[in-house]
């Protein structure tokens, strides 16, 4: 789901939504796993990415496919087992779980990732969303 930069922004969350829903029918997933949102400085990215994280909330309810929700804390925790861990070590971390010999260029897809993982690894005690 990568969407261009100078793309407006209605199209740019159009685009995540029609991806994801082409994956969900494609792939069947048992779940979705999203991070919860960590406000910075940046107001304008926060809010970006809230609306596009509430495209993705919704595609999941459309799809009836059950979505958890994890702080970045739980994620760290759960792939390198030190929630204070640093982006690289999480990188790093993945990349050894997935047996993969490179990861992604897009940090974002890199954390994607790492939620998943999370989720495999608490999925029993996951709250729904």
Known sequence: MLTEAGESFPLRLLKINNDLEEIIDTYKPDAISVEELFFNNNAKTAINVAQARGVILVV???????????TPLQIKQAVVGYGRADKIQVQKMVKTIL???KLPKLDDTTDSMAAAICHAHSSKFAVKL
């Open 99 to 101: 047996g993969v010999d």
């Open 60 to 70: 999941g309810c459309r799809k009836n496919v059950p979505t958890y929700e994890y």
